[in-house]
Antibody
Framework: QVQLEESGGGVVQPGTSLRLSCAASGFSFSRYRMHWVRQAPGKGLEWVAVVYDDGNNKYYVDSVKGRFTISRDNSKNTLDLQMNSLRGEDTAVYFC?????????????WGRGTLVTVSS | DIVMTQSPDSLAVSLGERATINCKSSQSVLYGFNNNNYLAWYQQKAGQPPKLLIYWASTRESGVPDRFSGSGSGTDFTLTISSLQAEDVAVYYCQQYLNTPPLTFGGGTKVEIK
């Protein structure tokens, strides 16, 4: 079955770190660019980061640059998001999403998301 | 960054009637070399992840009912639900993918039953 499944969310204090993971199955993971997209409670969608097929190219939204690191392990079919120096405004459901074939930056497969709450 | 503006924020439509959602980009998302509009539409039902409906502004994703259609070019786009069904209650988002990073989403339009 083609699917993505996120894990690692939770409640953390401001300034701390958290690592999210996304397990992919049912498709050739290494052939796709993979993204993280987040959604603050009751709000819209915000793209966070992308990692290219081979893991060498990575891009981030300005608000997380220098704090978040996206990575992938094609041997394990996993996508990670290391989040450091967390802030209240990082509170959101974090979705991993598969970029459309051909490298285009829209998403044809989404996980169900994992909730990150940053609060003291 | 390209700013995507959707209208209205919400709309209520009777079952079987037409629903129309607009999306405007601050810059053209038409790529002249291939004449494609880099614009996608998603549907998000309560408690679920988004689902891809339309890409290239008017191409329906596999399995999406044909009551959903996308149109427009350049900076102005429309998602139309020709005959609203109960299962179409959701928030709909447009997204541009021409000028990246970052890719950007519209603010969403909530569709309800009147």
């Amino acid at each position: 079955q083609v699917q993505l499944e996120e894990s690692g969310g939770g409640v953390v204090q401001p300034g701390t770190s958290l690592r999210l993971s996304c397990a992919a199955s049912g498709f050739s993971f290494s052939r796709y660019r993979m993204h993280w997209v987040r959604q603050a409670p009751g709000k819209g969608l915000e793209w966070v980061a992308v990692v290219y097929d081979d893991g060498n190219n990575k891009y981030y939204v300005d608000s997380v640059k220098g704090r978040f690191t996206i990575s992938r392990d094609n041997s394990k079919n996993t996508l990670d998001l290391q989040m450091n120096s967390l802030r209240g405004e990082d509170t959101a459901v974090y979705f991993c999403a598969r970029g459309f074939s051909g490298g285009f930056w829209f998403f044809d497969l989404w996980g169900r998301g994992t909730l990150v709450t940053v609060s003291s | 960054d390209i700013v995507m503006t959707q209208s209205p924020d919400s709309l209520a439509v009777s079952l079987g009637e037409r629903a129309t959602i607009n999306c405007k980009s601050s810059q053209s998302v038409l790529y002249g070399f291939n004449n494609n509009n880099y614009l996608a539409w998603y549907q998000q039902k309560a408690g679920q992840p988004p689902k891809l409906l339309i890409y290239w502004a008017s191409t329906r994703e596999s399995g999406v009912p044909d009551r959903f259609s996308g149109s427009g070019s350049g900076t102005d786009f429309t998602l139309t639900i020709s005959s609203l069904q109960a299962e179409d209650v959701a928030v709909y988002y447009c997204q541009q993918y021409l000028n990246t990073p970052p890719l950007t989403f519209g603010g969403g339009t909530k569709v309800e039953i009147k």
